[in-house]
Every structure is written in structure tokens, then in C-alpha cells.
């Protein structure tokens, strides 16, 4: 890359515009942006792609309270995964389950919840996002730990619908 911060003829990419087209992704909620001109193109897109849950690493435990993927579902409340919905993250961010360090979670397994309900902060460009239910149930599984960073579109809870 050129030390010179001002785009160079003949440089394809502008990280400034870069950038902005970053947060017109984040401020408008938009899954992808794909622009051309001339024979230049630039595609954003959020998420990653889908990889095969068998290929998925688990985190092994080390006792302080981060849990394998197989761990936490020995903490999930049995539930018919037929019916079941997920709440998805709506952003790229950092995972919150209370307002601070010393609230309550937002939410917990057992809790009924309604389309209202508060279930999580996502943080992303120093925002700091409530995140709704939008569905009616109960929590099954929590599937985000506080502070985890997530993707557009992970599950972060499993509602056993009402």
C-alpha cells in the first residue's frame, strides 16, 4: 500500500469510501453491497459463508466459564427443535447479555419472552443496540456468552414458541 493517504490513479480501492460503505451497511441494516464502475467493482458483504456444522471447532473448557458447544447444550432446556425459533443477530458485534457488568441478564433459559422483550445488546461501531424478541415463547438455549464477538445472522437464542 502507498504511504500517500489521498487514492492514487490507477488504485482500485479507496479505504476511506471503504469505510463508509461499512457504515451505510451497518446504519441501513444491509446483508451485502455490490458496486461497479468502469471496470472497477467493490462487494461488502456481512456474514460469513455457510460452513458445515461437522467442520464447526468447539472451544475446549478451561473452567472459566467458557464452555464447549457440546457443553452448553447440557445447560439447554429440552425442547422439540421442530418448533423451535431463533433469534438471530441482526449485526456484526460484540454480544451482550445485560445493559452493564453488574445487571442481570436481559433474559435467561426458562424466561417467556413476547415480540417486545429485550433480549441482548449488540454493540457494533461503538452503538450499543437493543435487540427485540420479535417472537413469542420461551427461552430454550442461550447460544452467544457475554462479550462474544457475532456474526450477521448467528443464532443467538432458541424459542420454543408459546
Known amino acids: 500500500m502507498s504511504s500517500n ?26 446483508a451485502e453491497i455490490d458496486l ?57 458485534g460484540t454480544f451482550y447479555s445485560a445493559a452493564n457488568p453488574d445487571s442481570p441478564p436481559f433474559v435467561k433459559v426458562g424466561d417467556h419472552i413476547g415480540p417486545d422483550t429485550t433480549v441482548c445488546i449488540i454493540e457494533a461501531m461503538k452503538v450499543f443496540n437493543e435487540i427485540p424478541a420479535e417472537c413469542a415463547g ?9 462479550g462474544d464477538a457475532i456474526e450477521f445472522n448467528q443464532p443467538l437464542f432458541r424459542v420454543e414458541p408459546d
Open 5 to 30: 493517504p489521498a487514492p492514487v490513479p490507477g488504485d482500485v480501492f479507496d479505504v476511506r469510501k471503504v469505510r463508509k460503505f461499512i457504515q451505510l451497511m451497518n446504519e441501513h441494516d444491509l
Open 36 to 92: 461497479r464502475q468502469g471496470d472497477q467493482r467493490i462487494r461488502l458483504r456481512r456474514g460469513p459463508e455457510p460452513v458445515p456444522v461437522a467442520a464447526m471447532p468447539t472451544m475446549p473448557s478451561s473452567g472459566t466459564g467458557t464452555a464447549s458447544i457440546g457443553e452448553r447444550k447440557a445447560t439447554e432446556a429440552p425442547v422439540d427443535d421442530n418448533k423451535a425459533t431463533y433469534i438471530r443477530s441482526p449485526m456484526v
Open 138 to 146: 420461551r427461552i430454550a438455549a442461550v447460544m452467544a456468552q457475554n
